[in-house]
T-cell receptor, first 115, second 109 residues
């Protein structure tokens, strides 16, 4: 298995531009998580999906952030418009949910820089 | 709201030493706890998952224990090696995934 795939690996954009991050979970996993990691705040859960349905988006910082999962093999995290404070590493993780247990597998991350 | 704390924040040991990393959490009603390692500039690699009904899990030189009632987990690394140098994070699941800030481990040759 290729593991969780994220693209792009690096993104540099100007303030005000739209940014779309992409994630392909591990085949057969039914849960998907988006995280943001910064030096100041560490790893923060933004949103997670079970069976393509958003379960908890309370971590999404503002309306500028949106996430979709149109099918079991693809998810996007969009920031529009982007701001310099959005600069961070964004991770996607997937899991096969067993009861209430999640064993998460992480992708390599997308390093976003907003200038 | 679940708070997850990892102590120490950084640790430096000579090669061959056995060591313990600590993770504490405030809400003991958890479903599982997972330990990860993160190398600089990389993603997280899963090390061990402990379900709420389990007391410990072992993988090679790693042993993780869980004491739900006291809100604590420890990661024991035996016979440490320079390749173990990384940041170790614990994550707690109680329907809200929370990560600790991590322990940065350096194993000196």
């Amino acid at each position: 298995d290729a593991g969780v795939i994220q693209s792009p690996r690096h993104e540099v954009t100007e303030m005000g531009q739209e940014v779309t991050l992409r994630c392909k979970p591990i085949s057969g996993h039914n849960s998907l998580f988006w995280y943001r990691q910064t030096m100041m705040r560490g790893l923060e859960l933004l949103i997670y999906f079970n069976n393509n349905v958003p379960i908890d988006d309370s971590g999404m910082p503002e309306d500028r952030f949106s996430a979709k999962m149109p099918n079991a093999s693809f998810s996007t995290l969009k920031i529009q418009p982007s701001e310099p404070r959005d600069s961070a590493v964004y991770f996607c993780a997937s899991s096969r949910q067993r009861g209430r247990t999640y064993e998460q597998y992480f992708g390599p991350g997308t390093r976003l820089t907003v200038t | 709201k679940q708070e997850v704390t990892q102590i120490p924040a950084a640790l430096s040991v000579p090669e061959g030493e056995n060591l313990v990393l600590n993770c504490s959490f405030t809400d003991s009603a958890i479903y599982n706890l997972q330990w990860f390692r993160q190398d600089p500039g990389k993603g997280l690699t899963s090390l061990l998952l402990i379900q709420s009904s389990q007391r410990e899990q072992t993988s090679g030189r790693l042993n993780a224990s869980l004491d739900k009632s006291s809100g604590r987990s420890t990661l024991y690394i035996a016979a440490s090696q320079p390749g173990d140098s990384a940041t170790y994070l614990c994550a707690v699941n109680n329907n809200d995934m929370r990560f600790g800030a991590g322990t940065r481990l350096t194993v000196k040759p």
